[in-house]
């Protein structure tokens, strides 16, 4: 039985696809400088205030926050017990499900949210927002939502 093989990746794709991964991974890294100087908060425990802070009641499950930011269980685990070291989060055990534990982001989470949120906007607009007019951002956001699936 003969085995199709995918067509191979050009090398013009492979250079997009390269320059996607570094431009990703170099925006997270300015980011998480700026945020660390400023606010002495990674991008991921920012990620996690926002996500909790933007949820009804500003909780959300571990299980859906990891998934949310795309952490694995073990890694919003380790981010969870420093967040909640520094007073940021609380866990709460679920009622309905005594295995199941929530995320709740506290006053000062929310508190250092309202801090840093200026920092990561400003970051955002200075390293893409504001490289590209409004038809090119159009176009960015129409390319990201054909890749989001």
Known sequence: MATILPEAISAEELEAWRTLLRVQALLSRRLQAHLLTEHDLSLGSYDVLVHLAEAPGGRLRMNDLADRVMLSRSGLTR??????????IDRVSCESDARGLF?????????????ATPTYQEGVRTYVLSRLDAEELRQFAAILDKLEY
């Open 103 to 115: 995320a709740v982001i506290t006053p000062a989470g929310r508190e250092r949210l309202r801090e």
């Open 79 to 88: 981010l969870a017990d420093r967040l909640q070291r520094d007073g940021l």
